[in-house]
């Protein structure tokens, strides 16, 4: 999993091509610290790219994708956002929403 900033959010996931997880994610967010390790073992598993953008540090992009809530996963195929699901979810859950796009 790749923490990106503002300008490599917007090479890798806005101009990229494929599908790709984002995880809005924040240091201090105790869900997001349950959320990395089931997002750093998927990576492990799957095809697709899944990155991580810190809200505090990126708050530009964050804004952009009106992230109120973390974390955040944002799934974007082919630079276009095409779903968003809030709070943690298991390694499962995350499974079958992203084969929903594949």
Request: proline share 4%; hydrophobic share 40%.
């Amino acid at each position: 999993m790749q923490k990106l900033d503002t300008f490599e959010f917007r090479e890798k996931v806005e101009n990229g091509t494929g599908l790709c997880l984002v995880d809005f994610s924040a240091t201090w967010c105790g869900p997001c610290k349950m959320q990395a390790p089931i997002l750093e073992e998927l990576a492990g598993e799957v095809d697709y790219d899944i990155y991580t953008v810190d809200v505090d540090e990126s708050n530009e992009i964050a804004a952009q994708y009106n992230i109120n809530a973390v974390p955040s996963l944002l799934i974007f195929k082919d630079g276009v956002l095409k779903g968003n699901l809030i709070g943690f979810h298991p390694k499962e859950n995350l499974k079958e929403e992203m084969a929903k796009f594949i």
